[in-house]
C-alpha cells in the first residue's frame, strides 16, 4: 500500500523558511519522480516542484528562487525548502507520486505565512 506522509508544515513570518518532508512507503521510491503541490483557499492546485529519479528539478515560476526540493532515497524521503516565504505561499502542501496506474497524495501539511 502506498503511502505518502507530509510533514514540517506550520505558522512562520514572511522572509522566513520552512523545510517540508514526505516520507514515502510502498512504492520503488529510488525510481520515482516526486512532486510538490499547494492548495490555497480560492485557487486551483498547483504544482510547486519535482525531483525526478536522476534528480533533475523542475519549479513553477513563483518559486523557482525561493524553494528547493532534495530527495534522500535511503530514507525514502522528499523535502521541500522554502526560502523568503510570502503571504501568497499560505496554503496546504501535499506530496504526489504517480505509482502503477495511480497518483498518490499525502495527507497535506499547512503553511501559514504572516506577521
Known amino acids: 500500500q502506498v503511502q505518502l506522509v507530509e510533514s514540517g508544515g506550520g505558522l512562520v513570518q514572511p522572509g522566513r523558511s520552512l523545510r517540508l518532508s514526505c516520507a514515502a512507503s510502498?512504492?520503488?521510491?529510488?525510481?520515482?519522480?516526486m512532486g510538490w503541490y499547494r492548495h490555497a483557499p480560492g485557487k486551483e492546485r498547483e504544482v510547486v516542484a519535482s525531483?525526478?529519479?536522476?534528480?533533475?528539478?523542475n519549479f513553477a515560476d513563483s518559486v523557482k528562487v525561493r524553494f528547493a526540493i532534495t530527495r534522500d532515497n535511503a530514507k525514502n524521503t522528499v523535502y521541500l525548502q522554502l526560502n523568503s516565504l510570502k503571504p501568497e505561499d499560505k496554503a496546504v502542501y501535499y506530496c504526489?507520486?504517480?505509482?502503477?496506474?495511480?497518483?498518490?497524495w499525502g495527507q497535506g501539511t499547512q503553511v501559514t505565512v504572516s506577521s
Open positions: 504526489n507520486t504517480l505509482y502503477g496506474p495511480k497518483n498518490h
Open positions: 510502498g512504492i520503488s521510491f529510488s525510481f520515482n519522480t
Open positions: 525531483i525526478t529519479s536522476s534528480g533533475l528539478t
